[in-house]
C-alpha cells in the first residue's frame, strides 16, 4: 500500500485510536487509550505500533511483555489491536502484526499470545494467517457484582 507508515505509538494518537475502536465496535467502549499508551511507553519493552495512510491514522497494534505466568517464559499479550473499518483488507493489519512479531523476537521472546472472541470469525482467520494456533490456555472469567 502506497502512503503506508508504520511507527511506534504516542500518546497523541489515543484520541485517533479510540475514535477507531469506536467504529469498529459501532459504539463508545470508554478505554482509557491514553493511560495504556502512558503505561506501555513506560515499561519500555513493551510494543505499541500504529499504521498511519497519507497521514492519517488508519490502525493500532497494543502489546505487552509477560515476565512469568502459568509455565511460560518471558512471553508478550496482543492486548488491542484495530484497522479502521475503511481501510480493512489492505494488508495494514499484517504490518502492524509484523512490527510487533520483530520487536519481541529481537527480544528474545518466544511465545505471543492473545484473545480473540470464539465468534469473531474475521479475527480469527487473521490471526491463523500469521501463523498463530490455539494455545494450551483456556481464558476463563468471572463477573465481579
Same mark, same amino acid.
Given at each position: 500500500?502506497?502512503?503506508?507508515?508504520?511507527?511506534?505509538?504516542?500518546?497523541?494518537?489515543?484520541?485517533?485510536?479510540?475514535?477507531?475502536?469506536?467504529?469498529?465496535?459501532?459504539?463508545?467502549?470508554?478505554?482509557?487509550?491514553?493511560?495504556?499508551?502512558?503505561?506501555?511507553?513506560?515499561?519500555?519493552?513493551?510494543?505499541?505500533?500504529?499504521?498511519?495512510?497519507?497521514?492519517?491514522?488508519?490502525?493500532?497494534?497494543?502489546?505487552?511483555?509477560? !515476565?512469568? @505466568?502459568? +509455565?511460560?517464559? *518471558?512471553?508478550?499479550?496482543? /492486548? #488491542?489491536?484495530?484497522?479502521?473499518?475503511? !481501510?480493512? @483488507?489492505? +494488508?495494514?493489519? *499484517?504490518?502492524?502484526?509484523? /512490527? #510487533?512479531?520483530?520487536?519481541?523476537?529481537?527480544?528474545?521472546?518466544?511465545?505471543?499470545?492473545?484473545?480473540?472472541?470464539?465468534?469473531?470469525?474475521?479475527?480469527?482467520?487473521?490471526?491463523?494467517?500469521?501463523?498463530?494456533?490455539?494455545?494450551?490456555?483456556?481464558?476463563?472469567?468471572?463477573?465481579?457484582?
Amino acid at each position: 500500500m502506497e502512503n503506508l507508515r508504520i511507527r511506534k505509538v504516542t500518546v497523541e494518537d489515543a484520541p485517533d485510536i479510540a475514535r477507531i475502536e469506536n467504529a469498529i465496535m459501532q459504539s463508545p467502549t470508554g478505554s482509557d487509550f491514553a493511560k495504556i499508551i502512558r503505561d506501555q511507553i513506560h515499561e519500555g519493552e513493551d510494543a505499541g505500533f500504529v499504521a498511519e495512510v497519507d497521514g492519517r491514522l488508519a490502525g493500532y497494534m497494543i502489546s505487552y511483555s509477560i !515476565y512469568a @505466568g502459568f +509455565g511460560l517464559d *518471558k512471553s508478550a499479550w496482543i /492486548a #488491542t489491536f484495530g484497522v479502521a473499518p475503511r !481501510y480493512m @483488507g489492505r +494488508g495494514i493489519g *499484517k504490518k502492524l502484526a509484523e /512490527a #510487533t512479531l520483530e520487536h519481541y523476537r529481537k527480544r528474545g521472546v518466544k511465545h505471543i499470545l492473545t484473545s480473540v472472541r470464539w465468534d469473531s470469525v474475521d479475527l480469527l482467520s487473521f490471526f491463523k494467517t500469521l501463523g498463530f494456533d490455539r494455545s494450551d490456555f483456556i481464558n476463563v472469567m468471572k463477573k465481579l457484582d
